[in-house]
């Protein structure tokens, strides 16, 4: 079956480092692959998908590369700010089917 | 409506009381899904609608938990004789329906359910 492994947080970084969140995959095919961000007492908002693979992703300063030799889909961002402080869920859709596949969640915190 | 949209966003009950959890779905989207998020954790699946049937309800934590879905509109999961357990943010989110894989879903803001 169809699984979304990511890291395990929380991450702790200062404003304006490098963010790194991974997350590999198991799936059937070519599914399309999602980030989703939620922030504090809020629900999930979709930041970011690619549906076929060497697809970028982009929003917001994050991006993420659809890659199917290593089944990955690592979310990065180049200088992070204290607002990006959230949970960050990777998850995938099969072509045949309706359901998403989320990863675990992985929490960021950035400290000014 | 323009997003999809959530009832109550807070519910306070008494152990062992019934509660029921609306959602309205973003009009033309075919498919609702139902996940509940307990304190810290990630997504637990609960239930999944095509129009108005439910394919998938493998996600159903026991036979306090049932769901139902009019008009392929409005949802509605009702929880019975409510413990502590259950005690989480519900989450509702739609979506367009079978083949449209390029879709992810629209989540709501979620009920927040606390029972005491």
């Known amino acids: 079956g169809n699984s979304v492994t990511q890291m395990e947080g929380p991450v702790t970084l200062s404003e304006e480092a490098f963010l790194t969140i991974n997350c590999t995959y198991t799936?059937?095919?070519?599914?399309?692959l999602f980030w989703y961000v939620q922030y504090p007492g809020e629900g999930l908002q979709l930041l970011l998908k690619?549906?076929?693979?060497?697809d970028k992703g982009s929003n917001k300063g994050f991006e993420a590369t659809y890659r199917k030799e290593t089944t990955s889909f690592h979310l990065e961002k180049g200088s992070v700010q204290v607002s990006d402080s959230a949970v960050y869920f990777c998850a995938l859709r099969s072509p045949a089917g309706n359901m998403l596949t989320f990863g675990g969640g992985t929490r960021l915190m950035v400290k000014p | 409506g323009a997003g999809v949209s959530q009832s109550p966003s807070n519910k306070v009950t008494e152990k062992g009381k019934d509660v029921e959890l609306r959602c309205d779905p973003i009009s033309g989207h075919t498919a609702l899904y139902w996940y509940r998020q307990s304190l810290g954790q990630g997504l637990e699946f609960l239930i999944y609608?095509?129009?108005?049937?439910?394919?998938?309800k493998s996600g159903l934590p026991s036979d306090r938990f049932s769901a139902e879905r009019t008009g392929g509109s409005v949802s509605t999961l009702t929880i019975q004789r409510t413990q502590q357990e259950d005690s989480a943010v519900y989450l509702c989110?739609?979506?367009f329906g079978g083949g449209t894989a390029n879709y992810g879903y629209t989540f709501g803001s979620g009920t927040r359910l606390t029972v005491v």
């Open positions: 609608f095509q129009g108005n049937s439910a394919p998938d």
């Open positions: 690619a549906t076929k693979a060497d």
């Open positions: 989110a739609s979506s």
């Open positions: 799936a059937t095919g070519y599914p399309s």
